[in-house]
């Protein structure tokens, strides 16, 4: 593993556990050429996912982009982290799982939506006003009657 402070490529492993319920792998490295400190984390892939966008493009799925969405819709709520991860874990898996090697990124907001409204109703509500791309309040008022329960109104 590269050191990502000199670059260089012999850094050695100081510490091994697991993490994310036995998903993962994390690792404590140092540099012994800029004693240099970081973590790297090992995963399982099945499989290399592409993401099409809504332009039609094609990107590699990314993994930590996917957990920025969560950091941001959750900025500033009190949410463990350890749920947080466990719920980037599941989207992924079931990504992984689904057999397809091509997914929409609106398949993948939809699944992070569904996840949100698990984890915190206020990050549910910021997620889904970009997602969906809110123009007026009334937009906001839909989604929190979706919220209590109301179906939804034409």
């Given at each position: 593993?590269?050191?990502?402070?000199?670059?260089?490529?012999?850094?050695?492993?100081?510490?091994?556990?697991?993490?994310?319920?036995?998903?993962?792998?994390?690792?404590?490295?140092?540099?012994?050429v800029c004693g240099g400190r970081f973590t790297t984390f090992e995963r399982v892939q099945l499989r290399d996912l592409v993401v099409v966008k809504?332009?039609?493009?094609?990107v590699p799925f990314d993994r930590d982009k996917l957990h920025r969405s969560f950091e941001i819709?959750?900025?500033?709520?009190?949410?463990?982290p350890e749920r947080v991860e466990r719920a980037v874990t599941g989207i992924v898996r079931q990504l992984e799982n689904s057999g397809e090697g091509e997914v929409s990124a609106g398949e993948i907001g939809l699944?992070?939506?569904?996840?949100?409204?698990?984890?915190?109703?206020?990050?549910?509500?910021?997620?889904?006003?970009?997602?969906?791309?809110?123009?007026?309040?009334?937009?906001?008022?839909?989604?929190l009657g979706e919220l209590r329960g109301e179906p939804e109104a034409d």
């Open positions: 593993m590269r050191c990502p402070y000199c670059q260089s490529e012999d850094t050695q492993v100081k510490d091994s556990r697991p993490a994310e319920d036995g998903a993962a792998i994390r690792r404590r490295r140092a540099c012994p809504r332009s039609g493009r094609k819709a959750l900025r500033k709520r009190n949410v463990d699944l992070v939506m569904e996840a949100l409204k698990s984890l915190d109703d206020v990050a549910y509500v910021r997620y889904a006003s970009v997602y969906r791309n809110f123009r007026e309040a009334k937009d906001f008022q839909d989604v």
